[in-house]
């Protein structure tokens, strides 16, 4: 399981006058889930890097208006195997 929700990064900011600690919450919607499929031409899977598995009745992710991934709500990226490409 990958980890949901808010992703917290520290930043440790040294300087003349002190330490300075600064913390940035990054909210899942900036985060990206990167989708892959199978390149199986019967079947239009594709597979989260969350975990999550979706079939398509037709065409990619960008194509059926997906922009963030239904599953863990992060944004959508679609990797396109080679052979997708080619078409
Ligand atoms: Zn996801």
Same mark, same amino acid.
């Given at each position: 399981m990958s980890? =949901?929700?808010v992703l917290l990064v520290i930043v440790l900011i040294m300087t003349l006058t002190g330490v300075y600690i600064m913390f940035f919450w990054i909210?899942?919607?900036y985060r990206v889930c990167r989708w892959t499929t199978d390149d199986?031409? =019967?079947y239009n899977t594709w597979h989260g890097e969350c975990g999550c598995e979706w079939d398509l009745d037709d065409?990619?992710?960008e194509e059926?208006?997906?922009k963030y991934c239904p =599953?863990?709500?992060r944004r959508?990226? #679609?990797v396109i195997s #080679?052979?997708?490409e080619k078409e």
């Amino acid at each position: 399981m990958s980890p =949901d929700g808010v992703l917290l990064v520290i930043v440790l900011i040294m300087t003349l006058t002190g330490v300075y600690i600064m913390f940035f919450w990054i909210p899942p919607e900036y985060r990206v889930c990167r989708w892959t499929t199978d390149d199986n031409a =019967d079947y239009n899977t594709w597979h989260g890097e969350c975990g999550c598995e979706w079939d398509l009745d037709d065409g990619i992710p960008e194509e059926n208006g997906m922009k963030y991934c239904p =599953d863990c709500g992060r944004r959508l990226v #679609q990797v396109i195997s #080679q052979s997708l490409e080619k078409e």
